[in-house]
């Protein structure tokens, strides 16, 4: 049974024990995993300094199409690295970016390998300028 808290959207298996069962395959459990990687600075971690990417701070200093398309690809090495319970879907990822409103998008389409369900992680950053 998966619990989904709708205040924090945060998803956990209550009735699985990952450490003793096995890995959990679900969207929710997946997204949190992915928003983990993502939201997580490079040695951030004491006892894995290499996990994360910290795209909160990469994603506003995008200058250009090119660098946007950098850090699409930063972010994907670092999700393949990290999870691989998903295929992503690169040639639909995406970054959309509302300058006047301080608003960056990034989209995020992969499919679960073990179910084949696919699914979209979105996450919107907004700049503190």
Do not use: C
């Not at 069962?21 to 949190?32: K, L, P, S």
């Not at 300058?99 to 084949?116: A, E, F, L, N, S």
Request: hydrophobic fraction near 45%.
């Amino acid at each position: 049974m998966v619990s989904y808290n709708f205040k924090e959207k945060w998803a956990y298996d209550i009735a699985k024990n990952p450490i003793n069962t096995g890995e959990i395959w679900d969207v929710n459990v997946i997204d949190q995993s992915i928003e983990m990687i993502l939201g997580t600075l490079i040695g951030e971690r004491l006892f894995n300094t290499s996990f994360g990417y910290g795209l909160q701070y990469r994603i506003f200093n995008i200058a250009s199409p090119e660098e946007a398309e950098n850090i699409l690809d930063e972010v994907a090495q670092a999700i393949k690295k990290w999870e691989d319970r998903i295929v992503l879907i690169e040639s639909q990822m995406k970054i959309i970016a509302d300058v006047d409103q301080h608003v960056v998008v990034i989209v995020i389409p992969y499919m679960i390998k073990r179910t084949g369900i696919r699914s979209i992680f979105k996450k919107k950053l907004t700049s503190n300028e």
